[in-house]
């Protein structure tokens, strides 16, 4: 077996000497000592997901011969001594015992993993875990605690809260609701609110859930303020409504649900006839039409982020939300601008920031926009009004795979099974499109009105449930992986490390068919890398915070475990068998791959195969 010298001289280079000879591995368990020297100086870049982010300073990388210790079957490890400046960040300390580490409130105990993980491991074995997530549009059908635990029962990983409806009384029940129900019951369901915008919709109907729009029929769509609305008429938010649509243009509700002419312009009133009937939902989606095409200069003048939408991204941050979901991004600015403001805000939380990709600005800043981000929507409903339908498919597609290449978790949002707001099973074509987002490997699927008001949410749910794993294992029985080769991520060295220690990793897992990936990460960054390789085996990922944790809970194939740990791997490991064996998740002989992101005075990253004992 080889012995891998690495050594790297100066912050710019890292070269791999693979030698023939050294430490003998062949013999299979309990023989293994692969190491790897470095000595190199580097800065520390300021960049998302640095190991022991939050300090700075230069390393100083030395190489160790491992020694030899029961169970291990390899270990490649590179040490670091690394230079520090006090550290800022909270529960950064190093080396750490355990016992003496001190936690927030209500994190001290031994190992947290959500309960329906757990049951599902210690019933069905490593294989049947889903890989891809599911995310639950919350709405008055799915809102009362009993409703919401069937979801979490269900499978559900992340409730979503649209803050275009509902009152801020009924998110802030909604969001306690389901803290109760991680605390009291063991789920672990992450909530993303989501922003209004500033769309242009229609007002409620008068408590009405819909109503229905006949061909032929006469409409007026008003900006006068109504307090009480005469038969076939709805209030339009945008104040520039009636100045702005010319007698001819279309106007297409929900993308395309119902459609209107405007065939007169009264002061306020537009009057409008209905061109294709349909079902009107309170506060639809409105966009206008002239001549084939979207009349989007007003729009464009709207701001992303409303006033409104401040009010509730503060109250989101007050309520501590795992993240939070920008509706109609156009720019990456407008992202960048948040994160700042939430950094200010609360500075020890970790909000991920979402873009939703939902209309034809965001496409042409794509790339800059997902990079600046903490993951990405891909939000079909808005985005095929925006765009012309067929393209739909292909731009989910491209922002799959770019969000993916620049390691950001990807939602494929709106209609994947819209047929079961009504009935009680999907189209066969529902179906194939839930099948193809999980092949195209995008990190969770999302529900919307099927579970939010939909008649079968708990059905919607399962279905999303059992075509992933289905999908999911047609793609492994076929090795649909072997073609997927990812570009490099960044130039800083550093990252280079930690994206080749895990794509090392994912490689070894999927070669050696491990039963699964232990990777033991403070702020996620390692976590999220080894997801981004989309690997055969379960991730699990030992993190020590709260909030990282229910962060986790969105990233393809990564299961979160919330555990306290040291710098020192040797007892996180034995720790970790220990605690996974006593809860029948785990048993002796199963083989893993280990990967270690904590940065310590003596280690900043490893791999290792062990075998449990
Ligand atoms: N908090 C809520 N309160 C009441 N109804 C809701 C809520 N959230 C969602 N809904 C209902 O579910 C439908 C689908 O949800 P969603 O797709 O998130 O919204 P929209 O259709 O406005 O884009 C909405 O049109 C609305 O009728
Ligand atoms: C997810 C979407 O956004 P919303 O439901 O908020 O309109 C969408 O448009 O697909
Ligand atoms: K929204
Ligand atoms: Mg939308």
């Known amino acids: 077996m080889a012995m891998v010298h690495m050594q790297a001289l100066c912050s710019s280079s890292v070269s791999l000497g693979v030698h023939g000879e050294g430490a003998g591995v062949g013999g299979g368990r309990g023989m293994a000592s692969v190491s790897f020297r470095t000595g190199l100086a580097m800065r520390q870049s300021e960049g998302r997901g640095m190991v022991g982010g939050g300090r700075r300073g230069v390393r100083q990388v030395t190489m160790v011969q491992v020694p030899q210790r029961e169970g291990v079957v390899a270990d490649v490890k590179a040490e670091v001594g690394v230079?520090?400046?006090?550290?800022?960040?909270?529960?950064?300390?190093?080396?750490?015992?355990?016992?003496?580490?001190?936690?927030?409130?209500?994190?001290g105990q031994s190992m947290?993993?959500?309960?329906?993980?757990?049951?599902?491991?210690?019933?069905?074995?490593?294989?049947?875990?889903?890989?891809?997530?599911?995310?639950?549009?919350?709405?008055?059908a799915t809102c009362a605690p009993e409703q919401l635990e069937a979801l979490a029962m269900g499978g559900m990983n992340v409730a979503r809260l649209n803050m275009c409806h509902g009152t801020r009384e009924?998110?802030?029940?909604?969001?306690?609701?389901v803290r109760s129900l991680n605390s009291e019951k063991g789920y672990s369901v992450a909530i993303m609110m989501d922003t209004e915008g500033s769309e242009i919709h229609m007002g409620d109907f008068d408590g009405a859930p819909s109503v229905k729009a006949e061909d032929g029929e006469e409409w007026i769509f008003t900006v006068r303020k109504l307090d009480t609305l005469p038969e076939r008429t709805t209030i339009v938010n945008y104040e520039g409504f009636a100045e702005d649509v010319k007698?001819?243009?279309?106007l297409v509700v929900d993308g395309g649900m119902v459609r209107f002419e405007v065939i007169e312009k009264v002061g306020p009133d537009v009057k409008c006839k209905c061109t294709d009937?349909?079902?009107l939902l309170p506060r639809a989606n409105l966009t206008f039409w002239r001549e084939g095409r979207l009349v989007r200069e007003r729009n464009a003048m709207l701001p992303t982020i409303s006033s409104k939408d401040w009010i509730d991204i503060d109250f989101g941050i007050a309520e501590g939300v795992d993240f939070i979901a920008i509706s109609f991004v156009r720019t990456a600015e407008v992202i960048k601008h948040l994160k700042s403001y939430i950094q200010a805000r609360s500075p020890n939380g970790s909000i991920g920031v979402f873009a939703k990709i939902e209309s034809s600005d965001s496409l042409k800043n794509l790339e800059e926009i997902i990079r600046v981000s903490d993951g990405a929507m891909v939000a079909r409903g808005d985005l095929?009004?925006?765009?012309?339908?067929?393209q739909v498919p292909s731009v989910q597609q491209a922002i799959v795979n770019l969000s993916r290449e620049l390691n950001k978790p990807v939602i494929v949002a709106s209609q994947l099974l819209e047929s079961m707001i009504e009935f009680p099973t999907p189209t066969?074509?529902?179906?194939?499109?839930v099948s193809e987002a999980v092949r195209q490997r995008a990190d969770a699927l999302m529900l919307s009105g099927e579970s939010a008001m939909g008649l079968f949410p708990d059905k919607a749910l399962s279905v999303l449930r059992t075509v992933s794993l289905r999908m999911?294992?047609?793609?492994?029985?076929?090795?649909?992986?072997?073609?997927?080769?990812?570009p490099e991520l960044s130039s800083v060295l550093h990252d280079r490390i930690s994206e080749n220690i895990c794509n090392s990793a994912a490689q070894m897992a999927n070669r050696l068919e491990v039963d699964a990936i232990f990777v033991y990460t403070r702020r996620g960054y390692m976590a999220s890398l080894l997801s981004r390789c989309r690997p055969d085996c379960p991730i699990f990922a030992f993190t020590d915070t709260k909030s990282v944790r229910q962060r986790l809970n969105l990233q393809w194939g990564l299961i979160p475990f919330r555990l306290d740990f040291s710098g020192d791997m040797e007892s996180n490991l034995r720790r970790t068998f220990a605690l996974l064996k006593a809860r029948g998740m785990m048993k002796k002989g199963d083989l893993i791959v280990a990967v270690s992101d904590i940065s310590t005075a003596d280690m900043l990253q490893s791999i290792q195969v062990r075998r449990i004992p």
């Open 384 to 390: 095929g009004a925006q765009i012309p339908l067929e």
């Open 277 to 279: 009937p349909g079902l």
């Open 428 to 433: 066969r074509a529902e179906v194939a499109d």
């Open 170 to 177: 009924w998110h802030t029940q909604v969001i306690r609701s």
């Open 83 to 107: 230079g520090l400046e006090k550290s800022e960040g909270k529960a950064g300390g190093n080396g750490v015992s355990p016992g003496k580490q001190q936690q927030q409130s209500g994190e």
């Open 472 to 486: 999911e294992s047609w793609c492994r029985e076929n090795k649909q992986h072997a073609s997927d080769r990812l």
């Open 247 to 250: 007698i001819g243009d279309e």
């Open 112 to 140: 947290e993993v959500d309960a329906v993980t757990e049951a599902e491991l210690k019933e069905n074995g490593f294989r049947s875990t889903r890989r891809t997530k599911l995310i639950c549009t919350i709405g008055p």
